[in-house]
Nanobody, 118 residues
Framework: QEQLVESGGGVVQAGGSLRLSCAASGRGSVGYTMAWYRQTPGTQRELVAYIIGGARTKYADFVKGRFTISKVNNTVFLQMNRLEAEDTGVYYC??????????????WGQGTQVTISS
């Protein structure tokens, strides 16, 4: 069983920055690929970015170079810059061996609210 604990959400003005953190604990065997998803109002949960082994990364097109995912040991970070109102939503940490191939998540965090005010 893997547990994911997120922190760092909050309210920020458009154009501002936030840094999300997610600490994974448990067996650690699925912690190799870690990811951030989000669910914005009226949409389905979508992949924001993932990182494999602390080096290989992939980002959704809507990130547009504004977000950076990084990983130190079993903690993954999402640095979000130049935030837009459309980025408002609940951000979820996730881990799973099949995220990169099948977009299949094994474990979810509880989610953290990110609100961008205009």
């Amino acid at each position: 069983q893997e547990q994911l604990v997120e922190s760092g959400g909050g309210v920020v003005q458009a154009g501002g920055s936030l840094r999300l953190s997610c600490a994974a604990s448990g067996r650690g065997s699925v912690g190799y690929t870690m990811a951030w998803y989000r669910q914005t109002p009226g949409t389905q949960r979508e992949l924001v970015a993932y990182i494999i082994g602390g080096a290989r990364t992939k980002y959704a097109d809507f990130v547009k170079g504004r977000f950076t995912i990084s990983k130190v040991n079993n903690t993954v970070f999402l640095q979000m810059n130049r935030l837009e109102a459309e980025d408002t939503g609940v951000y979820y940490c996730a881990t799973g061996a099949l995220i990169a191939t099948n977009n299949q998540v094994a474990y979810w965090g509880q989610g953290t609210q990110v609100t961008i005010s205009s």
